[in-house]
């Protein structure tokens, strides 16, 4: 392959890079490797006295608070544990507004005071650290100043050791909030919409009959969509190890058109990285069970099964923090930006959300006959309430200035928020429309026509990877969460716009009560009959992708928030701050702070893609375009002296090309200068203006990889970066 000579010693670093470090140890089962780095349930039973696991126990099965008087105790033996283990630190792990990762390490020993050292940790540190609030996002709740700030321990998330190759570290979940009180994190608010939506999901069961049903939670899976390019790609690519994704790159000549690289059999050497990145996870207790190659060419994803959401949270929080150390090891670096290329499949996280619990099962789970599972259309129905009514919320946490550039496009459903109910629950909804479900489609068999193959059971339902919010036989999947989020922002949304609906109903059939069956049926009906005539609009089980649906969303009243500008502002909606008060799940300065780091989230986003738009054009486009222009240059000089006719259509493309390049840099750069005064207007600015001149020269630089020769282009390109591993 031709190449400039820093690519070509990148293709060549590649092919000397070994396939497998082989530094994973597989002498061990994996029974006995998985939960092994984690202070789980079952080592706790062993190791604490039997009335302090069993009020830990109460304590995370019920939702109750935390006897603080277990504390000691339950720090000695965690520290035991940890220290047997090797570790020497500890760390309080908590989730700051940056959606990414933060701890704090401190070391277990301390002076004994005759000259040695001894291990402390006591309940006290156990519960409650002090990490400086002042450096992290806050949104106006703190000032510069004002710097403390607390992490307090998740006892229903368990304890982890991480290990490096030099030690190990007893990792521990917390909350993180503000001297004052107020939320910092993503999982205060996810375990207070948690608390709520048991409330509310109690009230509906005791109505049918169930009277301790233990707590109920909402679940998720979260399938993690990702890039692997070659490390020596990216480094020499400062679009993506400064912004994350390409601003230039021009399309490969083969994408993704065929469809061969999805499902397809893995590389050996990205099966060895994955061998090895679950490993790591299943010690953590991360119970992944799919792997597979994506759409995209060098797209993959992992994925779990279902966890209570705080603790699928704080899993996925290691899902990609694993995926991507354990990246490096074999000379590739991990993607999760949800567009790093344009022209191709991006990255989603598909947070697959049910609820229910431990005595009751799967709530969302239609049984054989849905149609007369009752206690399943109300829950069903509270979804379908829940998002129609707030669909602008739901674009709104997951507004990214990543995920503008994958909504609608391949696999991302659109902006406009709808639900795939598929053929099945929309009949027995429509019968509910006119007077009551009588029967459900039923399932058949599908004939393969081949003999030897047995027919196989077929859903009463198809699936529709174009909706955002699709209901796949017992859950539903909100595909439009952007692979680079905390998956916390979207469950805190879900579980508290459920509430609001499920209050509502119980509300209602607490009205007439369960006394009398006939009363309580009919009061079951007309309100399930209420919610799918005046929500039945955000219903849409076609093609989200066509012009059509777009055209009759628009008809059906439903919000097209198409950037992440528009769709912020739900955030501090009235109808938002009132369910988010109500059931005490964020206050209105909460939500008004996390609407003014988002802004601000964005700004620094769009900025950092211009800042290196600008460098790579000035540095290295422009310096190649013009030593090529300088030997088309000299080529036509020398055969005119030669008297030789010579095309300079070539040369003259070139030239128009770099004078077009010179204009819109220029461009750019006065409108990167602006200073549009309040954060909102900031984001506006750089959404209507800074961003459509970063795509502007685009299409030139694009344009110019494509006519410059190869030997000094300097940025490795899409088809080097997707296919070479």
């Known amino acids: 392959m031709s190449g400039s000579v820093a690519r070509l010693n990148a293709i060549a670093a590649i092919n000397t890079t070994e396939t497998n470090p082989g530094v994973t140890d597989l002498s061990k089962p994996i029974d006995e490797v998985f939960g092994s780095n984690t202070f789980s349930l079952s080592v706790m039973q062993k190791c604490l006295p039997k009335a302090i696991y069993k ?86 709740i703190r000032a510069t100043f004002e710097a403390r700030g607390y992490t307090a321990w998740d006892v229903s998330s368990p304890a982890y050791i991480l290990e490096n190759e030099n030690g190990t570290t007893l990792c521990i979940p917390t909350a993180f909030v503000s001297w004052t009180g107020e939320a910092l994190d993503k999982k205060t608010p996810l375990l207070r919409s948690m608390q709520a939506l048991n409330v509310q999901a109690q009230r509906i069961l005791k109505l049918f009959g169930t009277e301790d049903p233990g707590f109920i939670t909402s679940t998720a899976g979260p399938e993690q969509e990702y890039f692997l390019i070659d490390t020596n790609f990216y480094f020499s690519r400062p679009d993506l190890f400064s912004g994350g994704r390409t601003v230039f790159g021009a399309p490969s000549p083969k994408g993704h058109e065929f469809d061969d690289h999805y499902f397809g059999a893995i590389p050996e050497k990205v099966l060895a990285f994955m061998h090895d990145a679950e490993r790591q996870l299943y010690k953590l207790g991360v119970p992944i069970k799919t792997r597979h ?93 829940a998002v129609s009514k707030f669909a602008p919320l739901l674009r709104a946490v997951m507004a990214t200035a990543g995920n503008d550039h994958r909504l609608g496009a391949n696999e991302a459903p659109p902006a406009i928020i709808s639900i795939f109910l598929g053929d099945q629950l929309t009949d027995i909804f429509e019968q509910i429309k006119k007077g009551g479900a009588k029967k459900s489609k039923t399932q058949s068999d599908l004939v393969i026509g081949a003999d030897i193959i047995p027919p196989l059971p077929m859903d009463a339902g198809d699936r529709n990877r174009t909706s955002p919010f ?78 059509e649906w777009h055209e009759e969303a628009a008809r059906r009243g439903l ?167």
């Open 293 to 385: 190659n994506e759409v995209a060419p060098g797209q993959y994803e992992i994925a779990p099964v279902f966890e209570s959401a705080n603790i699928a949270t704080d899993h996925n929080q290691l899902v990609m923090y694993i995926l991507k150390t354990v990246a490096r090891k074999y000379g590739m670096t991990c993607l999760m930006a949800e567009k790093p290329f344009a022209g191709i499949n991006g990255s989603g996280k598909h947070v697959n959300f049910s609820l229910g619990g431990a005595k009751v099962g799967n709530l969302l789970d239609p049984g054989d006959t849905p149609h007369s599972n009752a206690q399943f259309l109300v829950f069903c129905a509270a979804v379908i309430r």
């Open 470 to 547: 699709a209901f796949t036989g017992n859950r539903f999947e909100f595909r439009a969460v952007g692979s680079d989020q905390s998956i916390a922002g979207p469950l805190v949304a879900m579980n508290t716009i459920l509430c609001d609906s499920l209050d509502y109903i119980a509300t209602e059939l607490e009205k007439v009560g369960n006394s009398n069956e006939t009363k309580f049926n009919a009061a079951e009906q007309k309100v399930l009959k209420k919610i799918i005539t005046e929500h039945e609009s955000v219903i849409f089980n076609g093609d989200g992708y066509s012009d």
């Open 55 to 140: 009020s830990i126990i109460h304590t995370i099965e019920s939702g109750s608070k935390l006897d603080p008087s277990v504390a000691d105790t339950v720090a000695t033996a965690m520290k035991n544990w940890a220290m047997e283990r090797g570790a020497t630190h500890y760390a309080h792990v908590f989730y700051p507004l940056t959606g990414l990762s933060a701890e704090k390490h401190d070391s277990f020993l301390a002076p004994d005071g005759k000259g040695g050292i001894t291990a402390e940790f006591t309940g006290k540190t156990l519960i409650q650290g002090e990490p400086d609030a002042s450096s992290f996002p806050s949104g106006g």
């Open 559 to 725: 919000p097209n928030l198409r950037t992440t500008v528009d769709a912020l502002p739900a955030l501090t909606h009235k109808d938002t701050v009132a369910i988010f008060k109500k059931h005490k799940v964020l206050s209105k300065v909460e939500l008004e702070s996390r609407l003014e780091i988002y802004y601000e989230q964005y700004v620094l986003k769009i900025n950092v893609e211009a800042n290196v738009a600008i460098e790579l054009a000035q540095t290295l486009i422009l310096p190649a375009a013009f030593r090529y222009q300088g030997e088309l240059a000299r080529t036509a000089t020398q055969l005119k002296t030669l008297a030789i006719s010579y095309d300079t259509e070539s040369l003259e493309k070139l030239t128009s090309l770099i004078q077009d390049l010179e204009k819109k840099l220029t461009n750019l750069r006065k409108i990167k200068e602006h200073e549009a005064g309040s954060i909102k207007k900031e984001a506006a600015y750089a959404c209507d203006k800074i961003t459509p001149a970063i795509s502007d020269l685009r299409t030139t630089v694009d344009e110019l990889e494509n006519i410059v020769a190869d030997d000094l282009w300097p940025l490795p390109t899409y088809q080097e970066m997707l296919f070479i591993k």
